[in-house]
C-alpha cells in the first residue's frame, strides 16, 4: 500500500477532505523524523514505537579492494510494533492465507 492510498483511505473512512488528510500525514512523518534526529523517541500506545538504535563500532571489509574500514558507532532509526500490533498481525486470517503451506 502507497502513501497515497493509505490518505484515501483514511479519507473515506473519516469523511476528511483528501488535502487535510495529506497535510496531517506529512506533519506526523515530519515530527517524527525531526524528534529522532534530536535524540528522541516516539511511543504510540497500542501501535509501536519509533526508536534510535545504537550500532557499535566494527571492522568491515570492502571486497573490490580488499581492504579493512572502519565503521564507527552510529544511530540507525527502527520501529518496534506493540504486542497488541503484533497479535493483530499473528491472528490475522488473510495473513495465513498468503503464507506459504510447507
Known amino acids: 500500500m ?38 528522541d523517541n516516539i511511543y504510540v500506545r497500542g501501535f509501536g514505537s519509533f526508536i534510535n538504535k545504537k ?10 579492494k580488499n581492504t579493512a574500514i572502519v565503521i564507527d558507532e552510529h544511530f540507525v ?7 497488541v500490533f503484533v497479535e493483530k498481525i499473528k491472528n490475522s486470517k488473510k495473513i495465513k492465507e498468503l503464507a506459504p503451506q510447507d
Open 2 to 39: 502507497t502513501k497515497a492510498e493509505v490518505i484515501t483511505k483514511i479519507s473515506e473512512k473519516t469523511g476528511i477532505q483528501k488535502d487535510d488528510v495529506t497535510q496531517t500525514i506529512e506533519a506526523f512523518f515530519k515530527v517524527v523524523k525531526d524528534s529522532m534526529a534530536e535524540g
Open 55 to 64: 550500532r557499535a563500532k566494527k571492522i568491515a571489509r570492502n571486497i573490490s
Open 77 to 83: 532509526p527502527a520501529f518496534k510494533p506493540s504486542k
